[in-house]
């Protein structure tokens, strides 16, 4: 079995950049289905799930060609199919994200059904509704949601109940094609939209207000292939800037390669709790905190405090000098990484929604699972404060979105490797 294992104890500093942003990255390369012809995407991360995605597109007869590491040369002109295939929806619940593109190119689609994971049921009924209001008739069998316009996408005035990253995300990539202007109102507002929207409209898209709640589309006739660069990995980035506030050497550490502004409501509360981020040249440089102050966090859609960060920041709870509330809005089962850091030493006890944290002294040393892709990052970021050495499983889900987590790690000095252990045994 392969594992992270961590040495704790040992200051880390110097510079970090971070890769691609995934959940940009992911969207943008569904996208080029709408543009017939070779489009390129630079800063793409070397990551599991763009290696999915990459699947994903070429089932449907799409051509990808790695220029480099980080681009892409995805040729959409003999996409011939429609169909993303239960093995890869199962793998990768991201691969929805064609479903928009290909209503907006062919006016069907037929996306198995996405199941559950850890973090919760992962429902995709808003996009559903969202694209029957512009014309699309759904029906479900055998675990496939098939998708089809018979009279055409017709723009429309769509209201989420909730500010979903993926139902706008399809909403807006099936809009550009439909007939007249659509208005999503209640949009979700992450710059990873923001990316995708600026991309569609250097293909020749006409979407205005991305990155506000409110979206308007007028629909065009055909998209041209471009080249577009991905923003980089506000979330990659917090969690090297939650390492280097436990474990920054007096040079501190800097993490480059994205937005700062990205990441407004995280840097907020590190400064409450008493964690500095200075502005550098394409991003921060933080040292470690000497204190940390307890300070209550809900997570919200942006810009409010992201989920996706929800882990990393609890690890600073965790050993913050008092109590402290984390509340998690966006998923109903985002708390597993909690009960596998008490395995170290913290002390949180879950009710609901609610993580009630007393910060301890220190975490101690020990094998802990990880539980989703931010949760397992979290972990070994908590193995670097640890005493002795950490060890974390089921590294898999890491690998989905951080690339060379380790490498970039060992490159701050961190005592962090690779390492391969016996199987447990099967219960
Ligand atoms: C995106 O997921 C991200 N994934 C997630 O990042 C991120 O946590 C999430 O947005 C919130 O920011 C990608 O971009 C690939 P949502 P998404 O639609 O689009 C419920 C990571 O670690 N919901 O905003 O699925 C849903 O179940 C991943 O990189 C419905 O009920 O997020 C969830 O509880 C984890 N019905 C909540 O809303 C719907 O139709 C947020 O979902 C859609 C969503």
């Not at 050993?319 to 002390?347: H, P």
Request: aromatic letters at 4%; hydrophobic letters at 45%; one cysteine or more.
């Amino acid at each position: 079995m392969e594992i992270i294992r961590v040495e704790g104890g040992h200051a880390i500093g110097g510079t970090v950049h971070v890769s691609g942003a995934k959940n940009s990255a992911l969207k943008l390369m569904a996208a080029t289905i709408l543009a017939p012809g070779k489009t390129t995407l630079q800063n793409v991360p070397n990551i599991s799930d763009v290696h999915v995605m990459g699947k994903v597109l070429k089932g449907i007869g799409a051509t990808i060609e790695v220029v480099d590491e980080h681009t892409l040369d995805i040729d959409t002109t003999n996409v011939d199919s429609w169909e993303a295939p239960y093995e890869l929806v199962a793998k990768m619940r991201a691969s929805t994200a064609v479903m928009g593109p290909l209503l907006g190119r062919f006016g069907r689609a037929k996306i198995a059904m996405p199941g559950g994971c850890n973090l919760g049921a992962r429902k995709i009924d808003m996009h559903i509704l969202g694209l029957e209001a512009l014309g699309v008739e759904f029906d479900t069998a055998h675990g496939y949601i098939n998708a089809q316009a018979p009279n055409g996408l017709t723009g429309t005035t769509v209201t989420l109940e909730f500010a979903s990253v993926g139902a706008t995300e399809n909403l807006i990539m099936a809009a550009v094609r439909a007939t007249g202007t659509t208005i999503i109102d209640n949009a979700a507002r992450e710059p990873e939209i923001v990316d995708l929207a600026n991309m569609l409209n250097e293909m020749g898209a006409k979407i205005v207000g991305a990155g506000t709640p409110v979206v308007q589309i007028e629909g065009v006739e055909e998209l041209h292939p471009v080249t577009h660069r991905v923003i980089g990995d506000r979330i990659e980035a917090g969690t090297f800037i939650v390492a280097g506030a436990l474990m920054g050497n007096e040079d501190g550490v800097t993490v480059t390669g994205f937005s700062p502004i990205h990441l407004g409501m995280v840097l907020k509360k590190l400064e409450l709790m008493g964690i500095e981020c200075e502005r550098v040249e394409d991003g921060v440089r933080v040292h470690r905190a000497e204190r940390i102050k307890p300070v209550d966090i809900q997570t919200l859609p942006f810009p409010g405090f992201p989920t996706d960060m929800q882990a990393q920041v609890m690890v600073l709870s965790a050993l913050a000098d008092g109590s402290s509330v984390i509340t998690e809005n966006i998923f109903e089962n985002r708390f597993m990484f909690a009960s596998e850091l008490v395995r170290m030493g913290a002390d949180i006890r879950i009710e609901s929604h609610h993580a009630m944290i007393h910060g301890v002294d220190g975490f101690s040393g020990a094998q802990v699972t990880s539980p989703d892709l931010r949760g397992g990052a979290a972990l070994v970021v908590a193995g670097l404060v640890a005493d002795a050495v950490t060890e974390v499983s089921a590294i898999h889900h890491i690998k989905r979105g951080y690339e060379r987590f380790v490498e970039k790690l060992q490159g701050l000095g961190a005592h962090v490797e690779h390492a391969t252990v016996p199987d447990p045994v099967e219960d």
